[in-house]
């Protein structure tokens, strides 16, 4: 059983950055996909980036060029550099792991981005 803990949240003005991270308590070696999603209120929850096998990178369109995910695996840690923050980006964000076929979640943390 592995559990992912995020942190790094909080309240941005527009045009600031943020790092998030996702820190698991067990090994992130093994595990084929990393990402991070998001859930506006009243939204669908989506992705936003994801890494797999510690390399390739995949980003939504909305963040490209903006937002930069990398995992450490020494550190048993996956992060998010969010620059350029822009009000749609408000929502909770949360991290996923994909490891031996299983879905593990984190629960989330607030990012709030203020014009």
């Known amino acids: 059983q592995v559990q992912l803990v995020e942190s790094g949240g909080g309240l941005v003005q527009a045009g600031g950055s943020l790092r998030l991270s996702c820190a698991a308590s067990g090994s992130i070696y093994s595990a084929t996909a990393m990402g991070w999603y998001r859930q506006a209120p009243g939204k669908q929850r989506e992705l936003v980036a994801a890494?797999?096998?510690?390399?390739?990178?995949n980003y939504a369109d909305s963040v490209k060029g903006r937002f930069t995910i990398s995992r450490d695996n020494a550190k048993n840690t996956v992060y998010l550099q969010m620059n350029s923050l822009k009000p749609e980006d408000t929502a909770v964000y949360y991290c996923k792991a994909v490891i031996w076929s299983h879905d593990y979640w984190g629960q989330g943390t607030q990012v709030t981005v203020s014009s």
């Open positions: 890494i797999y096998g510690g390399r390739n990178t």
